[in-house]
């Protein structure tokens, strides 16, 4: 089984990249990350010393051990200094295509070992291999927003993924400190297959003006003891997001509460997609990484 002792994490710019490359770090790993965007990673690396600076402030962590995740973090726009990586998670825009092409270009730059993981919460694991030459190498790791707070990750083999690749996966989400569960090369897997629908009944419920998003978010946080309410939730994944998990799961399932409701579409239309644009069904100030 491939040991895995450095970790790059692609589109360590965005959000779920970001929040990925903090339990790499976090839990000893070398981790390199990548993004075609300078600015992103620049952006990026100011909310995870924040982050990691209000883990300190809480007694969370140790200002050494901070310290010593920071120096294991390093920042590049350049594809080849993954050479040297054991595993590569993938955390880029959700388009099969885009996928598909990142793992052609990997194939030009890591080694024969390397375990590539894609964290697609609505591809196909399966459909992402084909992209590359060693579809045997390939599995899907679905981390949970936000990553660098939220413990499990679905592990999902594809058909050609070999028992080896598939243990290495599960063997580093395990020394990450994250609660690994097996799932089949489904759209949403298991959390995003309950939850697109379930969001969508709290879209619905505001559009038809049974309560403001505050008091739905409210009342499920209360009643059922959700840490986090439906609408909050969608605001930090992204009203886009929402949309395209949607778009996935619809054709498939023919489930009505599958389909995007209107007032997602029409908030996306009018870029209000939450958290990363500053507004959603809730108004936000700054950029900071959530839980910094």
Same mark, same amino acid.
């Given at each position: ?10 589109? /360590? ?25 300078? *600015? ?27 310290? *010593?995740?920071?120096?294991?973090? =390093? ?7 993954? *050479?040297?990586?054991?595993? @590569? $998670?993938? /955390? ?22 390397? @375990? #590539? ?7 196909? &694991?399966?459909? &992402? ?23 499990? $990750? ?12 598939? *243990? ?14 097996? =799932? ?18 709290? &879209? ?15 009342? $499920?946080?209360?009643?059922?003891? #959700? ?6 939730? $969608? ?14 799961? #619809?054709? &498939? ?30 108004? #936000? ?8």
């Amino acid at each position: 089984m491939t040991t895995i002792r450095t970790v790059g994490v692609c589109g /360590a710019g965005g959000t779920m990249g970001a929040g990925i490359a903090i339990v790499s770090a976090r839990a000893g790993f070398d981790t390199v990350c990548f993004d075609a965007d300078a *600015a992103a990673l620049d952006r990026a690396r100011a909310q995870t010393e924040g982050f990691f600076g209000k883990s300190v402030e809480r007694g969370k962590l140790s200002a050494e051990a901070r310290d *010593a995740a920071l120096a294991r973090m =390093t920042a590049t726009t350049d594809l080849g200094a993954l *050479a040297g990586c054991d595993l @590569v $998670i993938e /955390a880029v825009f959700e388009d099969l295509a885009v996928k598909r092409e990142l793992l052609a270009r990997l194939d030009q730059v890591c080694p024969e070992h390397t @375990v #590539y993981a894609s964290n697609t919460s609505t591809l196909s &694991i399966t459909e &992402i291999a084909g992209g590359c030459a060693r579809p045997d190498r390939v599995v899907g790791m679905h981390f949970c927003l936000p990553a660098q707070l939220m413990r499990l $990750i679905e592990v999902s083999p594809g058909i050609a993924t070999s028992p080896e690749t598939f *243990a290495a996966a599960w063997a580093w989400t395990e020394a990450a400190g994250q609660t690994p569960v097996r =799932t089949e090369d489904r759209p949403g897997f298991i959390l995003n297959a309950l939850l697109v629908p379930f969001n969508n009944d709290a &879209i619905r419920a505001v559009e038809a003006g049974v309560a403001s998003a505050a008091d739905v978010d409210r009342a $499920i946080k209360g009643a059922l003891g #959700y840490k986090m309410g439906p609408l909050e939730l $969608i605001d930090l994944v992204g009203l886009d997001t929402q949309v395209r998990l949607c778009e996935a799961f #619809y054709p &498939i399932t023919l489930d009505p509460r599958a389909a995007a409701p209107p007032l997602l579409r029409r908030m996306v239309a009018a870029g209000h997609l939450g958290r990363k644009s500053g507004r959603g069904f809730y108004t #936000y100030d700054g950029r900071a990484m959530f839980g910094g």
